[in-house]
């Protein structure tokens, strides 16, 4: 196959069977590849979900994927990566997605989709949820910042940990990323503060 027909297949939108039943979701879960090699593949992704029009970025690489949402809310991230030791690769050798990846995509929509529905019943559920946790790292002599701490950092990994758990613990649900969970909690905090009554 040659070089223009493998771009030409990557364009081309993938279709994603997905269960009404289970999501509230429409049939297809639209993938479109903007960008790919072998180590990177770049694209967006389009469905709806309760009457609403879902449309996200992504960035997958062998061992990562990284999803955040365009709207209808900016700045939700959900993202996994390969268990290390793991065989599995999200890209196959010509930039494509592999199933598994598309299978860890629909997971990491879950993720988007139970936040969304937290963020729009259930604001102050967050809102509680994050400033408990500040509140125990204050009491710990952490110096902390409302809505400032960094998720790659070990106080973030500790925040990033905890509210994981609490959430998984409150609302039924487990994250596939602590720190997109954090990520997400801090965009949502700084983005949309009319919603939390800050």
Known sequence: MSKQNIEKELNKPSKVNSSKANTGASNDLQLFIESSTPLKAKGKLQLTYL??????????????????????????????????????????SNGGLSKVAQQQIYFLVFDIFHLYNLFRLKP?????????ALAI?????????????????????????????QVKKKFKHQ?????????????LL???PEDFNL
């Open 51 to 92: 009457n609403e029009q879902f449309e996200g970025s992504f960035i997958a690489t062998p061992n990562l994927i990284k999803l955040k949402t365009i709207q209808p809310f900016k700045g939700m991230v959900a993202a996994v990566g390969i268990e290390p030791g793991s065989v599995s690769t999200f890209l196959q």
């Open 124 to 132: 102050q559920a967050l809102l509680a949820l994050y400033q408990e």
């Open 137 to 165: 790292l204050k009491t710990k002599g952490e110096l902390v910042e409302f809505g400032k701490i960094d998720p790659s950092s070990d106080l973030g990994n500790t925040l990033a940990t905890w509210l994981h758990t």
């Open 175 to 187: 994250y596939c990323s602590p720190k997109g969970l954090l990520y997400s909690f801090q965009n």
């Open 190 to 192: 700084k983005l949309f």
